[in-house]
């Protein structure tokens, strides 16, 4: 499969379509909901999950929270009242764009359990 700057065509297409996604929901840099999304987004990267009070809290009026949901990049699940990422294509797309959402990536990487000692340092 070609590549293109790191990225297979597929992978490339993809992402194009979520940053559409994004543009559409008015929630790229200069657009309406970036400042709020952007708080959201760095939740969400620390939580995986927001409950749907405190997602909403994010906004000046409920309006504005439901149309952000309906743009889906976020996505609400009724039966635990909470708020998380759509996909983890979206996820991945913020990830790509760490810059203009104002994130500091951390190390993702899922530690060995079976390395760690309780709480003491290992020699």
Known sequence: MK???GYTIIEKSILDETEKKFRNAQINPKQKYH???RKIIN????????????YTDFFDNDKEADEILEKNVFMYHSETNTVTFQS?????YIKTKADIFGIKLIDLTPTNEDNVSCGKKNK
């Open 3 to 5: 590549k293109q700057k």
């Open 35 to 37: 400042k709020v999304v």
């Open 43 to 54: 939740s969400l990267l620390e939580a995986k999950e927001l409950d749907f009070m405190t």
């Open 88 to 92: 983890q294509l979206v996820e991945l």
